[in-house]
């Protein structure tokens, strides 16, 4: 099946930095890729929907200044996470599709962040 | 807005016993409905998925039949295994074009004992 990976899977950063996510399709080109945040316990909640070459869309709460995403290429999405706050803390998983619509998404493994 | 409600966990099953996890949503459109599963280390991979009312999808033993009179769509399975321990997430997602992610649940965390 369709791989995509996430690097790194875990960082510890302190207060104020900026971490970069990377979320690679290995095996397949990703015409949209899709940025979630999952919290201990809770469900998966959709950040943002990025198609290659376009600007990203963001869900309602979401601060596209703080999470900036880019869709460079077909098989590479980055999530920047810019001045990093402890709140910020979470599981950030990517997921990439192939085509339009219901065409299966795949997901990363997730990327753990830590801010100190 | 769109939802999607599981029981909570964990369920812990000896080997060899039936398995039900209850699933239930609230959708604005027309939703498919979709089974993901993730091990320990790993990503979510799709399990099932059916895309009208009435469908079963169906995986690796396990079903699902689409509910559109009670909005559910129930994962079971006959007979679970240890390796079926993992974590299992009911999504939806609405057709006819409009939001493209996964509406989530929360997830169920099955626990297997031999």
Known sequence: GAVVSQHPSWVICKSGTSVKIECRSLDFQATTMFWYRQFPKQSLMLMATSNEGSKATYEQGVEKDKFLINHASLTLSTLTVTSAHPEDSSFYICSARAGRGYNEQFFGPGTRLTVL | ?114
């Open chain 2, 1 to 114: 807005g769109d939802s999607v409600t599981q029981m909570e966990g964990p369920v812990t099953l000896s080997e060899e016993a039936f398995l039900t996890i209850n699933c239930t949503y609230t959708a604005t459109g027309y939703p498919s409905l979709f089974w993901y599963v993730q091990y320990p280390g790993e990503g979510l991979q799709l399990l099932l998925k059916a895309t009208k009312a009435d469908d079963k999808g169906s995986n690796k033993g396990f079903e699902a039949t689409y509910r559109k009179e009670t909005t559910s769509f129930h994962l079971e399975k006959g007979s679970v295994q240890v390796s079926d321990s993992a974590v299992y997430f009911c999504a939806l997602i609405l057709q006819g074009g409009g939001a493209d992610g996964l509406t989530f649940g929360k997830g169920t965390h099955l626990i297997i004992q031999p």
